[in-house]
């Protein structure tokens, strides 16, 4: 359990004001009234203590009256890669997904077989750690399906999601546990509000892993590489903000 979660849940449960403990820009998010407008009652506040406490916790879920009409693109917008500009010039019908490193069975999953497999959608929202949020509806399979095809070995505890871009001209990379891999909210998105994902929101597949900021939501993916540890991958703190000391691995909302 992060501070960042609970101090946020009694927030939006009416019971604290913010202060000292929040990341600087989460401020803003409480200044949005259908951010705050919930969790008002008792048996609301038994709840949000609740899921306070476990990882398990769904994050909350909204309407599509709720979905915000812009959705900013951050970060990486386009991918320079000439292998990813020829993929997306044939629309990703020959590019497919590979899942491999600590497991028993690599594979290679087009795209079109991760549209095929049983979806999740969901209307959530984004809060990046710069200080603004957005909601939109994703879709995709739950990375726990591709996880029971390709089998983790035991030794496995972390995913690294490797990234068609390079941000600042270093490949943009993340990794979360197999806690948050198998967490029933975390897909991999194809879609975005109905759509198949544009370029700017990470084609062909992005991770949604809802509750954790942003920047753990990798675009662009093109590997899942299971490991025992983020040492040896790029700077060794498991993605790129982390390896640049901005921001922390574990970004629990
Ligand atoms: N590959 C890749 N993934 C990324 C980024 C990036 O630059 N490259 N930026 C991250 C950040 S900081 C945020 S807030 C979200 C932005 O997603 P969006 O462009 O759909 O708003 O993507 C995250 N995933
Ligand atoms: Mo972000």
């Known amino acids: 359990m992060s501070l960042i979660l609970s101090r946020r849940r009694l927030i939006r449960a009416g019971v604290a004001s913010a202060g000292?403990?929040?990341?600087?820009?989460?401020?803003?998010?409480?200044?949005?009234p259908t951010f705050r407008g919930t969790l008002e009652s008792a048996e609301d506040l038994h709840r949000a203590t609740q899921r306070a406490l476990?990882?398990?916790?769904?994050?909350?879920?909204?309407?599509?009256?709720?979905m915000s009409p812009q959705f900013r693109a951050n970060g990486s917008r386009e991918v320079a890669d000439p292998a990813y500009r020829q993929h997306l010039a044939q629309g990703f019908a020959n590019w497919s997904l590979r899942v491999d490193g600590l497991v028993?069975?690599?594979?290679?999953?087009?795209?079109?077989?991760?549209?095929?497999?049983?979806?999740?959608?969901?209307?959530?929202?984004?809060?990046c750690v710069e200080g603004?949020?957005?909601?939109?509806?994703?879709?995709?399979?739950?990375?726990?399906?591709?996880?029971?095809?390709?089998?983790?070995?035991?030794?496995?505890r972390y995913l690294v999601f490797h990234c068609a871009d390079l941000y600042h001209g270093k490949p943009y990379y993340e990794s979360i546990d197999l806690v948050d891999a198998f967490h029933p909210q975390t897909i991999l998105a194809w879609a975005?509000?109905?759509?198949?994902l544009e370029e700017a929101h990470?084609?062909?597949?992005?991770?949604?892993?809802?509750?954790?900021?942003?920047y753990k939501h990798a675009k662009f993916v093109a590997r899942i590489e299971a490991v025992?540890?983020?040492?040896?991958?790029?700077?060794?703190?498991?993605?790129?903000?982390?390896d640049n000391g901005d921001y922390a691995w574990y970004a629990g909302i």
């Open 192 to 196: 975005m509000n109905g759509k198949p």
């Open 132 to 156: 603004w949020s957005a909601i939109a509806r994703w879709q995709g399979p739950r990375l726990a399906l591709l996880l029971d095809m390709a089998r983790p070995r035991p030794e496995a």
């Open 228 to 242: 025992a540890s983020p040492q040896g991958i790029h700077g060794g703190r498991g993605g790129y903000w982390e």
């Open 54 to 66: 476990g990882r398990d916790a769904l994050a909350r879920e909204y309407r599509e009256a709720d």
């Open 104 to 127: 028993e069975r690599p594979i290679a999953v087009p795209l079109h077989a991760l549209r095929d497999l049983p979806q999740r959608a969901q209307i959530t929202r984004h809060d």
């Open 202 to 214: 990470g084609a062909p597949l992005r991770l949604r892993v809802e509750r954790q900021l942003g």
């Open 20 to 32: 000292g403990l929040l990341l600087p820009g989460c401020d803003r998010l409480f200044e949005n």
